[in-house]
Each structure stands twice: as structure tokens, then as C-alpha cells.
């Protein structure tokens, strides 16, 4: 099998290559390094996120149940249905419009304005991460909590999840901030415990952090090399995360023995679905590639999953992805790269820093 030989560090750089080649010769292949399925062609990353009957995320070596309990992202049917329920209504999008974007554009405005008289920062985490935690601080009513405090609960579960994901032990600060997290949460919902509640809330900020805060980091990258017009920053979002999204890869296990892509997979065998990978087929995308902000098949990306599990916090993370870019654009005069950067990572992937320049004001 062609993946017998890939590595570990071979998907945490610049895999695209080796994903197109696979995707092409071999778009279901067997990882010794991941000791699973890779999936790299849209058609069929789509069938396994869809069929729960065949491929689901409960099992015990789902890497964030690990950390963080049993939520809404590691079970499936009725009682999937019931974790995810309390969350639904108020992340749709006429309920993020109304009850979060002035609260995301003003922070989004906090943070630029108390940037703009340095002329050069790190805006990863000197303005993607910290917009992406009160943002979903706020929305989940963890407002007793510090930016500082709820970054330090998503640093320590990220790393968990990573090192787990990578073979690695996690690391033990994680169950102290799911614990911190649980104690600082002020939410009832309905049909939940309180370690259910706990559970989900720390997945979603997990999610909504660590996710957003790439999805922001990755398309400011991206417009920085390709500028675009105002009025073309929506699409060069969409754009962005078909290029890179920043949840790399979702992982699935077969439930029983079944066949995807000719390939023969046998129960409880690992399914790693490659969101980067489909993102660029060529089937789907021409020229998949190139940043192109006026390609109209951009919104056909799989950055936000698809099937039963598809992002719940979808539209707060495109609210936040356009005002940030406004905002730092606009705030910002001159806002170019100061540093070179590059995206990378093995299941989340954003640049480990974006230094950044300006004309200060």
C-alpha cells in the first residue's frame, strides 16, 4: 500500500503533495503510522461522514472523549441527538446575528484598536485567539471567566488531543481544565447533567477556539498573499477554508466489516477522514491548488464536516472569520507580513505564528 511509508511528520507539514498522489492512486490506504484508514477523495470522505449505520465516533479511542467525557462530537443517534440538542438554537445563524455579532465586532475593534500604535504584532494569538475566546465565552455564558483563564483551558485540552492523536500520552494539565471549566460554567440545558453539560461545553470552546482561531489565522495568511477587495472578503473565507481547513482531518471507526473506495476494512478499524485532502480534489475543484476567491464552487468545501456531526457552531465561526478580517484590514493601514509564516499541523492546522506589520497610528 502506498501509505505504508508516510509518516507522522510527512501530514504535519506540507502534506499536499503526497495527499494528491494517494487521493489519485489510492484514496482509501492503510497508515501503519496512524494504525488506521486514510480517506482523501471528496466522494468517498463524504460517504463515511454520512453513514453512521457504518462508521461511527463512539468508540473508546476517540481522542477528545478522551480528554474532555462523552459529548455531543463522540456519540451518535438518540443520544447524540440529545447532547447536541440544547446547543442547536442558539448557534442558528438569525440567533448568532442577533445575540453575538455586536459583541464580536466590538471585541474584534477592542482588540485592533489596542494594536494599531505597535505597528507590528503576532496576531495568531494576539488577535485571532483571543477574539475566537471571548466569542465563544460569551456565547456559552462563560462570562465570569478571563480571556487568559478560558485560552489556558483550550491550550491544555488542544494539546491533549493532539498528543493522543500523534500516539503520544496527553498531557495531564487537561482533566485540571476540563474541571476549572466545569466549575466556571452557568448553563442549563435542558436534558443534561451536569457532567454532560461540562462535557459539551468543553468541546464546543475547544471547537470554537481552536478551530476559529485557525480559520481566522489561515484566511488573514491567505489575503495577505492574494489581496482582495472588501467586498470579496466572504468569499476569500470560503476560499481559505477549502484551501486549508483548519480541522485537518475527522475520525471515524467502522462498525463492522465493510468496504469503502475497494478497499476491505474490518470492524473497529480507525477511519481517518483527510478534510484537506477532499478539499483539493480535483474532481470537484480545478486548479484545487490556487487561492482563487472568485472560484464559485468554494462553498462545496467540507471544512465545517458534513452528515449528522456537521459543525454546530458553524455561522459564529464565519461571523467571526469576516469581522476579524474587516476589521484588522480596515484598522490596520498597510497590514502586510512581517515574518515568513506557514500553515502546518496533523489534526488542526494554522500557522504557529503570524507576525505581522502596519503603518502605526
Known sequence: MLGASVTVADLEGDP???????????????LPAIDGWLVTRRDLALEAMRDAGRFTVHDPRFTTAQVVGESMLSLDGAEHARHRAPFVAPLRLGEVQRRLADAVAAEAERLAEELAPRGEAELRRGFAGPLAAAAVTHALGLDGASTGAVLGWYDAIVAAVTDLSAGRPAV?????AVEE????????????SAAEVRSNVAVLLFGGIETTEGMIANALLHVLAEPVAPEQLPAAVEESLRLEPAAAVI??????????????IAAGDLVRISITAANRDPAVFPEPDRFDPSRENAG?????????????????????????????LERLP???LARPAEIRGLIFRKPPELWCRWAAS
Open 16 to 30: 499536499h503533495a503526497l495527499l494528491a498522489r494517494l487521493r489519485d492512486q489510492e484514496p482509501v490506504t492503510w
Open 172 to 176: 495531564p494539565e487537561a482533566a485540571r
Open 181 to 192: 471549566l466545569g466549575a466556571a460554567v452557568d448553563l442549563d440545558a435542558e436534558g443534561l
Open 251 to 264: 475520525d471515524r471507526y467502522a462498525l463492522s466489516d465493510c468496504v469503502l473506495g475497494g478497499a476491505e
Open 300 to 328: 462545496r468545501h467540507l471544512a465545517f464536516a458534513a452528515g449528522p456531526h456537521v459543525c454546530v457552531g458553524m455561522h459564529l465561526a464565519r461571523l467571526e472569520a469576516h469581522v476579524a478580517l474587516a476589521t484588522l
Open 334 to 336: 498597510g497590514l502586510e
